[in-house]
């Protein structure tokens, strides 16, 4: 009885192990039962036509693994300007006038006290010989004579105070004339100590007659420094053609330097779109760029001629202040995009297709 009983316990356990064997292989050997019908990681790109818009669809984990970047498209206010040469004046020429300027001007003072009392001296001469003759007529002849003397002086050092004054405004105008005659001038006293420099804008011949108030002067380091308008130059740049301005800038400038001024050629400013350089690509000698619509979607946009601006073309038209903007994988949209491939055509809005 026990050695049935134990045939038939090692013969349960000989089956269990057998049973348990073949489940495992069969597990093993079936094939995984898929369990969705693709991940959209496992999606590549395609191309639809969108309303007439030829659009590239590119899942998120897709542009994560292109490393694809948008910024968005940025607003700047620009003013309309032409450029214009600009030429930094030598000043020392104006510093050597000044100073012959204040020596006429102490002549001038100084020959004016010398007439006064001259004349004084006559008229009280004059006086004693009509007095009955209490002084002689040759002392009245001398006192006359100096007094004329003394006024031929007098003028003449008005004469030179004059031309020394028109010397100055024929070579540096108006406002810089004034500055100079000036005892104190906060103007000139700037220019003394090398804070401001004046400067020579040309402005074209068709410019108009009044220049703005304000220009940009570009310096050699890349940099533009503000210069404010004085006068009309009397004398032109002959190496550039034009109207010529003086303007002064509170900056510290070789003389002679020859460089560009911006010259606003409006009041009123423009609202530009920048349109960065790395978001530019070539096609059919035009320029484009891609703007991301939603999460999955791209559009090519033409980019319009602009003026080159710093870091990219600005624009007017075309786009709009805060797209999305692709600046990094724009080239691999645009490959995506002239691909062969077939073309699946959907609306966004059924009722328009309808026809």
Not at 46 to 73: C, D, F, M
Not at 273 to 281: M, N, R, Y
Not at 298 to 310: C, L, M, S
Request: hydrophobic residues 40%.
């Amino acid at each position: 009885m026990k050695l049935r009983l134990i045939f038939l316990c090692v013969l349960s356990l000989a089956l269990g192990a057998g049973a348990s064997r073949y489940i495992i292989n069969q597990t093993l050997d079936s094939p995984v039962a898929p369990t969705a019908a693709g991940t959209p990681s496992d999606q590549p790109p395609t191309v639809q036509q969108i309303n007439g818009k030829t659009i590239v669809v590119i899942s998120p984990e897709a542009q994560r693994a292109s490393h694809i970047e948008v910024t968005p498209i940025a607003a700047v206010t620009n003013q309309p300007s032409i450029s214009a040469n600009a030429t930094i004046i030598d000043l020392r020429p104006l510093f050597d006038l000044r100073n012959r300027l204040a020596s006429a001007r102490a002549d001038v003072d100084s020959f004016t006290a010398q007439a006064a009392n001259s004349r004084a001296h006559y008229q009280g001469s004059r006086t004693l010989f009509a007095d009955d003759r209490n002084i002689s007529l040759k002392s009245l002849q001398a006192a006359r004579s100096a007094m004329q003397s003394d006024n031929a002086k007098l003028q003449s050092a008005r004469v030179a105070l004059d031309d020394m004054d028109g010397a100055i405004r024929q070579q540096f105008g108006t406002a810089l004339a004034d500055a100079a005659a000036a005892p104190t001038s906060a103007l000139f006293q700037r220019l003394r100590a090398g804070q401001s420099v004046v400067v020579r804008v040309t402005l074209p011949t068709g410019f108009g007659s009044t220049p703005p108030e304000d220009v940009a002067i570009d310096t050699v380091d890349g940099r533009t420094i503000t210069a404010k308008r004085l006068s009309a130059s009397p004398l032109a740049d002959p190496t550039a053609p034009g109207n010529p301005w003086f303007y002064i800038a509170d900056a510290a400038l070789p003389a002679n330097l020859h460089t560009s001024a911006r010259v606003p050629t409006s009041s009123k400013p423009i609202l530009e779109l920048l349109i960065p350089e790395q978001a530019v690509v070539w096609y059919g000698g035009q320029t484009w760029a891609y703007v991301r619509t939603d999460q999955n979607h791209f559009t090519r946009h033409y980019v319009p001629p602009g003026n080159a601006g710093d870091h990219g073309l600005m624009v007017r038209s075309g786009f709009h202040a805060g797209d999305q903007i692709v600046t990094q994988g724009a080239q691999l949209l645009l490959s995506e995009e002239l691909k062969p491939q077939s073309i699946s055509t959907t609306c966004q809005d059924p009722p328009e297709c309808d026809g």
